[in-house]
T-cell receptor, first 114, second 111 residues
Framework: NAGVMQNPRHLVRRRGQEARLRCSPM?????VYWYRQLPEEGLKFMVY????????ESGMPKERFSAEFPKEGPSILRIQQVVRGDSAAYFC????????????FGDGTRLSIL | RKEVEQDPGPFNVPEGATVAFNCTYS??????FFWYRQDCRKEPKLLMS???SGNEDGRFTAQLNRASQYISLLIRDSKLSDSATYLC????????????FGKGTKLSVKP
């Protein structure tokens, strides 16, 4: 499967724990985007990364959230000290370059906070 | 005004019907436009890009009116499998690629 791979598909955490969401872009894609979809809401942009660089993090909450895309390995979205309001579907998308090209999405990680 | 606005629907249509969705966007500097579809609890899937000259892909036709900041999607000869939520998506002007999504228009095609 050469598509965008996200894992885990489902993640359950208790309040105060950490959540780590992983995304491997499509082969040949070096641009990764993270989006969050709250129940009954549209997708909201969180962060845009290239290898080893954060290009745009204007959609990231100021605290508890961080993202990286190391030289080797998947992109990671990390949420520390999770709260109930973090429950959502988190989608990763990739594109071969930035700018105007369409983005292709992974299956998403559904995060549930108990 | 919301950045990307769509009628949430639902649109309930019989098989074979023609249905049209509309979308408006607020930032006149936006350059790229797309329609995605999203099935329940699934990821968004690119349906088609939208070009100023209008474009067609089988039963689907997309139109863009830059002057009115208006995008449309026409689906002809609706199939049961067309039932989904259709997302109007605009590239954020001035950014390097992040997308702005409408909340979607829900379509239900009935036999």
């Amino acid at each position: 499967n050469a598509g965008v791979m996200q894992n885990p598909r489902h993640l359950v955490r208790r309040r105060g724990q950490e959540a780590r969401l992983r995304c491997s872009p499509m082969k040949g894609h070096s641009h990764v985007y993270w989006y969050r979809q709250l129940p009954e809401e549209g997708l909201k942009f969180m962060v845009y990364l290239q290898k080893e660089n954060i290009i745009d993090e204007s959609g990231m909450p100021k605290e508890r959230f961080s993202a990286e895309f190391p030289k080797e390995g998947p992109s990671i979205l990390r949420i520390q000290q999770v709260v109930r309001g973090d429950s959502a579907a988190y989608f990763c998308a990739s594109s071969p370059t930035g700018g105007d090209l369409p983005q292709h999405f992974g299956d998403g990680t559904r995060l549930s906070i108990l | 005004r919301k950045e990307v606005e769509q009628d949430p629907g639902p649109f309930n249509v019989p098989e074979g019907a023609t249905v049209a969705f509309n979308c408006t966007y607020s930032n006149s500097a936006s350059q790229s436009f797309f329609w995605y579809r999203q099935d329940c609890r699934k990821e968004p899937k690119l349906l088609m890009s939208v070009y100023s000259s209008g474009n067609e892909d089988g039963r689907f036709t997309a139109q863009l009116n830059r002057a009115s900041q208006y995008i449309s999607l026409l689906i002809r000869d609706s199939k049961l499998s067309d039932s989904a939520t259709y997302l109007c998506v605009v590239n954020s002007a001035g950014s390097q690629g992040n997308l702005i999504f409408g909340k979607g228009t829900k379509l239900s095609v009935k036999p």
